[in-house]
Structures are given as C-alpha cells and as structure tokens.
C-alpha cells in the first residue's frame, strides 16, 4: 500500500515536497509520480529505481523538480521547486518494475497510491 502526501496550496515560484511511504520495502521497485489535473490525462512526472537510484524526469519538470529516496525513511520524495500554475494537479506515487524504456508509462506500474492535491495559484 502507497500513500502520498505533502500537498497543498502554494504561490508560483514557491516550493513544496511531496512523500511517497509504503507499507513495505521499496526493494526491488521503481516508484513513479504521476500527475493529473482536471480535464487532462494522466501524466509522468518523475521516477526512480531504489535500487541504483536512477532517475528520469518529464521535459516540463526537469530543472525544477527532484525525486530521491531515503533509505532509512523507506520513502520517496519529489521536491518541487519554481512551482508554475500548469503544475497544479493532483499527484500519485506508485511502484512496479518497468525497464528504463517504459519507466514514464503508468502502465508499467502496479501499485498506486492516493492522490495528493497540489495547487499553485496566487
């Protein structure tokens, strides 16, 4: 079971980290975010193995936003920086075992999370 968290309501420029917890091990998986907001489809956000830690951003977050994982937290984080309007969505972790060329497909994923709300808007 995943649970996201860490959402809410910030100004654009601002800042926010969002977490990703599970009730077991992250081993040997990958945990994805995704997004969607209204009206739209689900989109890939970022991902990252927990196991050798590599990484992959969506071309509309990349600069702005980080995913790493804590170990002994057993989470893992998406910290998002130089929040724009067009970020506001709600965003899902979830945790599968896709290969590298299908790590932003959310079909490669099978254990999803609740969503949490993200809002920028001044």
């Known amino acids: 079971q995943l649970q996201a968290s860490g959402g809410g309501l910030m100004q654009p420029g601002g800042s926010l980290r969002l977490a990703c917890t599970a009730s077991g091990t992250f081993s040997p998986y990958t945990v994805g975010w995704f997004r969607q907001a209204p009206g739209k489809e689900r989109e890939f956000v970022a991902s990252?193995?927990?196991?050798?830690?590599?990484?992959l951003y969506a071309d509309s977050v990349k600069g702005r936003f980080i995913v790493s994982r804590d170990y002994a937290k057993n989470t893992v984080y998406l910290q998002m920086s130089s929040l724009k309007t067009e970020d506001t969505a709600v965003y899902y972790c979830a945790a599968g075992r896709p290969i590298l060329s299908t790590m932003r497909f959310g079909r490669s994923y099978d254990y999803w999370g609740q969503g949490t709300q993200v809002t920028v808007s001044s």
């Open positions: 990252i193995r927990w196991s050798g830690g590599t990484t």
